[in-house]
Each structure stands twice: as C-alpha cells, then as structure tokens.
C-alpha cells in the first residue's frame, strides 16, 4: 500500500470538524498525517481542546503524525508556564488567558498533564521539508523559507511577515509551500491566485508554490481543510 500525506490547516478546538476530516481521509499505518498549527483557541460553538488533545495522540496511534507548532499552540504553552510557575498567591494577580482554551483544559487535565502539554508544544517543529518524487514541500505555520538559508526566527515561521504580498506571491524558489495561520478568505480580492474550490476554500497563487489550508475552522462560516500531497484531493468540514 502506498504512503500518503495528508496536511490539515488550523483545527482552532474545532472536534467535530477535525473528526469529520480525520473519517473522511480514513488513514492507515502508511500514511503520514501533518497538522499545520493552532490546534487551540476558538472552536466556534463547540470548543474543545481537550477532545482535539486527546484525538490528536489517538491519530498518532492510527497513523503517522507530525504536529508544526503554531502560534496559538505556543500562546497556551506559555500561558500553562506562566500559571503553573507561580504560587497560589501569585496566581490571583495573573490575567486570564485572553483565549478559552485553558480554563477548559484546567477543568479535565491536571497540572502535571498541563505541563506535559506545554512541553510537548514548545518541542514541536517549526517547519519540516517533504520529499514525493521530484517534488519539494515545504511545511510550516504561516510562513516558510529556504533550508539553506540560515534559521529564522521563531516568530516569522509562527506569524510571518508585517507585509506577506511578496511571499504569497512567489513563496519559496524550489518548494511548494504549505501554510496555515492565515485565514484564506483574505485572499477574495488577491488577483495573484484562486481559490480550489469556492470561497472558505484553499487558496493557492498563481505558481502554485503557495497553498493556504486555514480556512476559518473555529469561526462563523469557517471551515476545516486538508489536502493529499500525493492525489491533490481535498476535504474540507
């Protein structure tokens, strides 16, 4: 049987969703499954980061999983520190995290499990290169660059660039790019590229070196988006 590799944008808490794709890709052993980041925060109606937690270490059970860290991701992470590192004392004067996903999880996990959380988060890599025949794909949050180059910053691979236009528009010399971070819906009036398949889709340039999978999954109208390296087959919750 052969190898695929699935790529799945921004879940933002998003159960439901992530369960539909994760049914519909249907994955074996084989295949190779790549989260593109900010598997928390948001979710919608429905938000529930530990349920994505949970699936996300089942999947890496069913199939082969690789996890880019996002922004959103490393938000919480220092979030967990920060609260878990102070005395009960010191805790009262913290300030709320601005997003629901750590009440939610203080409500289920415990703090050694928060801090294995928060651990594991901040191990997760920041761009990984793919390899299918002749073709060279480039993973990461909200931007990518050339392996050769010397390492960026962490926060340009998390949040990209003040102005991305020029990278949307010409990605990177050699690779096909894949992102998240970035919801595509900015992109409606981007005369540089299309959409696959209608609006709330994923959007790709006109080199189609650049492809953004986050499709506004854990907001009104958003969607979940995956796609297969190999087939180019998309799916979309």
């Not at 937690?53 to 999947?59: A, G, T, W």
């Not at 790019?177 to 900015?186: E, I, M, Q």
Request: a negative charge; hydrophobic letters at 35%; proline letters at 3%.
């Amino acid at each position: 049987m052969h190898c695929r590799h699935y790529i799945i944008g921004d879940i933002h808490n998003s159960i439901k969703e992530f369960n539909s794709i994760i049914d519909q890709i249907a994955p074996s052993r084989q295949d190779e499954i790549v989260l593109l980041g900010d598997a928390f925060d948001r979710g919608g109606d429905a938000p529930d980061p530990v349920g994505v937690y949970f699936r996300i270490c089942r999947l890496g059970m069913q199939a082969s999983l690789r996890w880019i860290r996002g922004n959103h991701d490393q938000f919480l992470a220092e979030y967990i520190y920060s609260y878990h590192g102070a005395c009960e004392k010191e805790r009262r004067s913290i300030q709320p995290y601005i997003y629901n996903s750590f009440d939610m999880m203080k409500d289920r996990l415990t703090q050694v499990d928060l801090l294995n959380l928060a651990d594991l988060i901040m191990g997760l890599p920041l761009q990984i290169e793919i390899n299918i025949g002749s073709k060279k794909y480039l993973l990461a949050h909200a931007m990518t660059f050339d392996p050769a180059l010397v390492e960026q910053d962490d926060t340009l691979y998390l949040e990209g660039l003040y102005d991305m236009e020029e990278y949307w528009r010409q990605g990177v010399k050699g690779y096909v790019s894949l992102v998240g971070h970035t919801d595509s819906s900015y992109q409606y009036n981007n005369s540089h590229g299309r959409y696959l398949d209608g609006q709330h889709s994923i959007w790709t340039n006109d080199l189609e070196n650049v492809y953004m999978l986050d499709c506004g999954c854990g907001l009104p109208n958003g969607r979940l988006a995956c796609i297969c390296l190999e087939t180019g087959e998309r799916f979309y919750a």
